[in-house]
């Protein structure tokens, strides 16, 4: 929904410090953050289009502020290419947000191609934010049994909007185009249900699609702790119509590392009590509403998505640390809902936005072989617009377009997952074995002791809000932990490629009522490989140390489940200590190939935190638990006959 981390600052896109007060220009991908990394554009925006800002009526009479770059190359028409945000429709400008028809950014489309070719490219306030008029709610309910003063309807703004643009503003060729990316994709996909017939392209990226299962909230009925708490401190309500806040502030932890200043303070109580009232007004509800109950069902989009008239292209990151599931489920609700239009997925190596502005090379020491960026940018999302607006030829028509990581090829598919995928289960076995056959009979179970008050992190260094590059850290530090389980596969002699959900199907036992059961699936690297460091300038200063890639343990997907929710999220059940039971969940899908002369690890343990909230190990409310309630358990995975542990997964090829 909203881009979070510290680092790039998300959840519903906001990244870096600076950016966080430049989403407005965010979601539009070649913003004014794109221009920081190409200081020198091909032309300039301002001797090209011009700027004109409107206050557009809704059908309950509340004005939604909407910015316009039109072509003053008015020999032809143009389509609209809208983007709807709670980031402000403003500019970035000395370091402050500004209104005003004099203010430009650097860059407005999506790429260059999309300036070039010209658009009529729209940016508005959503309604309760910033200089738009009415009642803002988050993720707005698109079926409110009732709604408040001001409260709307995001398919009905859109369609308000789209009448007013075809009436109002000159040669426009009759068609639009939506997109957005994290909040802005929620937007995206909320305008299309129901659709007027003049959008004929949306493209929803990371769309936050159902904050409580696997979006930015939470995963596996875990609270995110640290992204939401970095997100909300700065993302506030505020009276509107109005201009601010002109810059974001950051926080201000008093401690160098979240870990350390989460753990001081322990409770959820505690934590928020940090805060102010307007930094907690939009942060508690989220926390007390731990589980699913009727304030996220009422938000999730996906049973929504229908009666859609526009051709779709779902875009998504393998990394994404806030909204990696939205747009799968997004592309499979308007795929199964809406059979007669086309029904895309765009699945690329990239953190949570990252194909807008960044090459998409690598991601920290990853690396992916090419500039998938910008080879999306030019070859897929460009030439979808151009074909569904201008009616262009487009060669690129596969359904899905799916980057392979491990290998670093791009694939296309007919569908996702891939029907070709089988499923197999990797099982886990005495010794920290792992592998595709049932273990023989043996030593039952492997147990290690969690204590919430010294849990495991998931980063080896210390870190505010999130850092991105986690999705994809060495995990060589948690595998030297005692209270971190390890399985790990023979060298393989193949390449293994999987492609769909990862699913846990575990039985476990505890000492306590409650327990969290993190999963981690890793790709280690062989004991041979490149060391993955770049050659610097020389210095005559002490270097710092190189990483050496060779055994680099990479994570490729990692998720909690809070085991209280392990027969459904409705109604949380407690453990009897040391009764052992099932646990299955899924997280959210991979495309990754481990190749030959790789391991393919699994790693268990009970915290990862601060990503995750704290579980106190015995059967309570969480966000009600006081210090007491934190005590240590002994958590047990088994792998004796009748109750095989494993991992699920879906695999290609052989």
Sequence with gaps: MILRTRPLFSRRLLPLALVLALSAQLALPGSSVAAAADPAPRYSLREHYTK???????????????ALYVPKDASKPYPFLIQRTPYS???????QLHYGVDYYPEHIGPAQEFEDSGYIFVKQDVRGRYMSEGKWVEMTPHAASQRAAGQGNESEDMHDTVEWLLKNVANNNGKVGILGTSYPGFYTSASIIDSHPAIKAASPQ???TNLFMNDDSYHGGAFMLAANFDFYSAFVEAPNPTPLPKTWEHFDYGEADGYD???????????????????RALLLPTIEHSTYDDF???RDIVPHLKNIKAAVLTVGGWYDAEDLQGPLSTYSAIKRNNPAIYSGLVMGPWSHGAWNRNDGQSLGYVKFDAKTGAYFRSNILYPF????LKGKANKSTAEVYAFETGSNVWRTYPAWPPQQARSRTLYLAADGKLGWTQPAAGAGYDEYVADPLKPVPYTAYPALGVPKEYMVSDQRFASSRPDVLTYRSDILEEDVTLAGPVKPRLFVSTT???ADWIVKLIDVYPAEYPRGDEAGARVNDVPKPSLNMAGYQQLVRGDPLRGKFRNGYETPQPFTPGKVEAVNFSMSDVNHTFRRGHRIMVQIQSSWFPLVDLNPQTFTDIPHAKREDFRKATQRIYHAPSMFSGIEVQVLGK
């Design 206 to 208: 990371a769309p936050v």
């Design 261 to 279: 200043f989460f753990l001081k303070h322990l409770t959820l109580a505690n934590i928020t009590a940090t805060l102010s009232a307007n930094q």
């Design 385 to 388: 617009f151009e074909q569904h």
């Design 52 to 66: 004109y800002e409107f206050r557009i009526p809704m059908r309950d009479g509340v004005r939604l502020f909407t």
């Design 512 to 514: 306590g009522t409650d």
């Design 296 to 298: 996220w069902k009422q």
């Design 89 to 95: 429709a403003g500019v970035q400008a000395d370091g």
